[in-house]
């Protein structure tokens, strides 16, 4: 049952679900904006172009007619994929849900005004003045994001009048695509936040990973774990609430569903707030590769791509993940070709892995590698975590001097 599946978006994620496809015997055409991505130097065939692009994007569509299209990123010009069903391409999950959740207001809306789920207090913005007026709506401290952005570019926080302007400035910086607009957001005073990794099947039940926990900087992740800790009946919510978005947008796949959660306090119960929604692998969700459960998140996505069936998933041993970034002192050097070292002292560390993914320039902060660690059943995830950011610790990223 050989499928051409077309796979839009090659960074690291996507070059673990080509590797996935492969392994089950599929053809694969690596499309992403610049040559050499991750997933084109292990895929069948690859190309070059912008994704929003549309007629480029139809253009090779209509060159390779894939069976299959898998968006891998949210840079794409998403609308001519419910054509692309039409002509009986699937989309994976399906057409709605990578138009949706493309833009931040869409998968939003539907969340909180549709299927009623709990979410922080929201409002949107195409100007500084909208901006202005959100943040006197939703308060201060809150959270700005572009509607169409990924990986933390172009979010902040404004904890005072003096950080309007910037962060409606950094928005747009780090807006993909041509949408100039902003959600800005009350900020939660959450206890901890997790990814609920969630896969949707042709036939079979949703089923759900073990939740990961994870700690972020500058809006990106730096270390994840899993199992993460959290107590059963707000594990219950969570899932409850990934099951009904998902069920609302249709398809199979793998999905990213990131919660934020409050803690029971003063005799009240806890809460769990949706934040947002990835109808693909999830960065977080890295730590799968450590053999935390029977499928790594990327087999489960190839499986469900496929509608091949997952009876279960089944929680073998704990694991970790921290992430290798490119140094902010290699700014001067942007663009330049990495060098990778430290291999051999990170890969002597005992009940770890890493991957490097071969991107072929460097930006400072950019994640070049991940390292992973897994434990026994009842080790503490924190000494998992302080592991795997020790074998990370080992790998430098620099260029040719």
Not at 240 to 259: D, H, K, N, P, Q
């Amino acid at each position: 049952m050989q499928k051409k599946i077309m796979l839009l978006g090659s960074g690291e994620l996507g070059k673990e679900v080509v590797i996935a496809l492969q392994r089950l015997g599929q053809h694969v055409i690596a499309v992403d904006a610049y040559s050499g991505a991750p997933a084109m130097q292990v895929a069948d065939e690859f190309e070059v172009i912008s994704m929003l692009d549309g007629d480029a994007l139809d253009a090779i569509v209509d060159k390779h007619q894939p069976d299959i299209v898998v968006p891998e990123v949210e840079s794409i010009r998403t609308e001519r994929f419910y054509d692309y069903e039409k002509q009986g391409i699937r989309v994976v999950p399906s057409a709605k849900a990578a138009h949706y959740t493309m833009n931040r207001r869409a998968i939003r809306d539907l969340a909180a005004v549709d299927l009623g789920l709990k979410t922080a207090p929201f409002k949107y913005a195409t100007s500084l003045e909208e901006l202005q007026a959100g943040v006197d709506a939703v308060g201060m401290p809150c959270v700005v994001k572009p509607l169409m952005s990924s990986s933390g570019k172009g979010q902040s926080v404004i904890r005072t009048q003096a950080d309007v302007e910037k962060a409606w400035n950094h928005a747009l910086e780090g807006s993909r695509g041509d949408l100039a607009e902003i959600i800005v957001e009350a900020f939660i005073d959450f206890d901890y936040e997790i990814t609920l990794l969630t896969l949707t099947q042709d036939t079979g039940d949703t089923l759900f990973c073990a939740p990961i926990g994870h700690r972020q900087e500058r809006g990106d992740y730096q270390e994840s774990w899993q199992p993460a800790v959290m107590e059963s009946d707000l594990l219950e919510q969570a899932q409850t609430m990934a099951a009904a978005v998902t069920a609302e947008l249709g398809g199979s796949g793998i999905w990213g569903v990131e919660f934020f959660i409050q803690n029971p306090k003063n005799g009240q119960p806890g809460t769990v707030y949706f934040s947002e929604l990835s109808p693909r692998p999830h960065d977080t969700g890295m730590v799968t590769l450590a053999g935390t459960q029977n499928f790594s998140e990327f087999e489960l996505h190839a499986r469900a791509v496929l509608g091949l069936p997952v009876p279960a998933i089944v929680q073998q041993r704990p694991g970790a993940s921290a992430v290798v970034l490119a140094p902010e002192s290699l700014a001067p050097h942007a663009g330049a070709a990495p060098v990778i070292t430290g291999l051999a002292d990170a890969a002597a560390e005992p009940d770890s892995d890493l991957r490097v993914f071969g991107k072929p320039t460097v930006r400072p902060y950019r994640r070049m590698a991940v390292a992973v660690t897994h434990g026994a059943p009842g080790d503490h995830v924190d000494d998992l975590v302080d592991r795997a950011k020790a074998v990370a610790a080992k790998i430098q990223v620099d260029v040719q001097r």
